[in-house]
């Protein structure tokens, strides 16, 4: 059984940093594509960041140059690093998984979400 489990999330000031993880078990994590999606209230969940299990990363526009997505397979890991926060930042961030199977065809995993607030 794949679980995802967050971690991280948490209330701060603007222009303040914090540190997401999300430790995957009951599957091999370095043959996954990783990334974290967030969610506001109202609005729907959106990619924030990604990395493939070959390294290549991929960003939303919004936090090019303030966040970083990163993964240690040693410890079946992966991190989201976000800098210089702003109040649009606050969502729920979710973990997510996938495990290609063909070019056009996953296994898809989710984790259960940690909730980031950021204070103007």
């Known amino acids: 059984q794949v679980q995802l489990v967050e971690s991280g999330g948490d209330l701060v000031q603007a222009g303040g940093s914090l540190r997401l993880s999300c430790v995957v078990s009951g599957t091999i994590f370095s043959i996954h594509d990783m990334g974290w999606y967030r969610q506001a209230p109202v609005k729907p969940r959106e990619l924030v960041a990604a990395i493939t299990s070959g390294g290549i990363t991929n960003y939303a526009d ?8 990163s993964r240690d397979n040693a410890n079946n890991t992966a991190y989201l690093q976000m800098n210089s926060l702003k109040p649009e930042d606050t969502a729920v961030y979710y973990c997510h998984a996938r495990q290609k199977l063909t070019a056009s065809a996953g296994r898809d995993y989710w984790g259960q979400g940690t909730q980031v607030t950021v204070s103007s």
Not at 62 to 67: N, Q
């Open 62 to 69: 919004s936090v090019k140059g303030r966040f970083t997505i």
